[in-house]
């Protein structure tokens, strides 16, 4: 009898949830597309398919989800996977799904020629250094108007600051000198800027946004507690 009894409560129950004759309700794709895949919509949403190579823009929002914590919606990207030659500083802004600036940006002078290839963390290298920043106060140095960058990965950029590696404006950032000695020239190490983009770029990322400067070297992405 009792067997009879759940039996029959069990059908009841399952007409009742899933009515005969009636379709199931739909999944929700939007929904599910953003749960499982937000870094490859946002990309697709701000149009980045083309401008920025999207390993770059994936590693830079993952370390973007981990230590934005102040909900700054700024998100600069340098790629120096990509020739001095080429336009490879990206300034975004997440919130509007924008994309503020496009520039050249130079790298540290004993990092390599027109390609970036060698990083380093040490003072007097020379060398840029790969991984995640955040941008501090504005002073007026040797290089003019200059941004400081705070390094937040412990033996691969924790020392910018005592290096001096700022971001700030130079003559030998230009199209000018790409096309007098086929490639940009090079900094001590500083993400050096053309000078006419120099101060507008520093007065939008200044004061707490995240700078992720890419190279797809392994031993950055096995080194990095970030990535």
Request: overall charge positive; proline content about 4%.
């Amino acid at each position: 009898m009792r067997t009879i009894l759940f039996s029959i409560i069990f059908t009841i129950v399952s007409a009742l949830s899933f009515p005969i004759g009636k379709d199931l309700p739909k999944k929700d794709n939007s929904i599910t597309e953003y749960l499982f895949n937000e870094t490859e919509l946002l990309f697709q949403q701000m149009n980045l398919d083309g401008l920025i190579d999207f390993k770059a823009f994936e590693s830079a929002y993952s370390g973007y989800k981990k230590l934005n914590k102040d909900n700054n919606p700024l998100l600069t990207v340098i790629d120096f996977n990509l020739p001095s030659t080429e336009k490879r500083m990206y300034v975004m802004d997440l919130a509007k799904k924008e994309v503020l600036y496009v520039t050249h940006v130079a790298h540290g002078r004993n990092s390599g020629g027109n390609m970036a290839t060698s990083f380093s963390n040490k003072s007097g290298s020379y060398q840029s250094s790969l991984g995640f920043y955040r941008t501090a106060e504005t002073y007026n140095g040797g290089n003019g108007f200059s941004l400081r960058l705070d390094g937040l990965e412990k033996g691969i950029n924790d020392k910018a600051r005592p290096r001096a590696v700022v971001i700030h404006g130079a003559d030998y950032c230009s199209e000018n000198f790409i096309r007098s000695t086929g490639r940009l020239g090079r900094s001590f190490g500083c993400p050096a800027l053309p000078q006419e983009l120099n101060k507008p770029i520093i007065n939008t990322i200044k004061d707490g946004s995240l700078v992720f400067i890419y190279a797809n070297k392994p031993e950055y992405f096995s080194s990095s507690e970030i990535l």
